[in-house]
Nanobody
Framework: QVQLVVSGGGLVQPGGSLRLSCGAS????????MVWYRQAPGKQRDLVAT???????NYADSVKGRFTISRDNAKKMVYMQMNSLKPEDTAVYYC?????????????WGQGTQVTVSS
């Protein structure tokens, strides 16, 4: 069983920065992908950034050049550095771990953390 704990959300002014962290507990190997999602009020949950087990990253167009996803396999953590934040970045952010095993793929969600960008 894998559990994820998310931290780092909060209130920040436009142009400011936040760093989200997502830590995993349980018996997992480095063969996992990590994904950040966000859900703004009244909107669907959208993919923000991904990082696979090999370290390859992908970003939504709306955050390219501003957000950076990274991982620390020794600590079983994934991070998302968010710079130049905009009011439209306001959302609940979620972390998902995708565990790849010979018997199949399993997904685990962390709790949401609120990010509010406002002056």
């Amino acid at each position: 069983q894998v559990q994820l704990v998310v931290s780092g959300g909060g209130l920040v002014q436009p142009g400011g920065s936040l760093r989200l962290s997502c830590g995993a507990s349980g018996s997992i190997s480095s063969s996992y992908d990590m994904v950040w999602y966000r859900q703004a009020p009244g909107k669907q949950r959208d993919l923000v950034a991904t990082i696979n087990s090999g370290g390859s990253t992908n970003y939504a167009d709306s955050v390219k050049g501003r957000f950076t996803i990274s991982r620390d396999n020794a600590k079983k953590m994934v991070y998302m550095q968010m710079n130049s934040l905009k009011p439209e970045d306001t959302a609940v952010y979620y972390c998902k771990l995708v565990l790849n095993t010979p018997k199949g793929t399993y997904q685990y969600w962390g709790q949401g953390t609120q990010v509010t960008v406002s002056s």
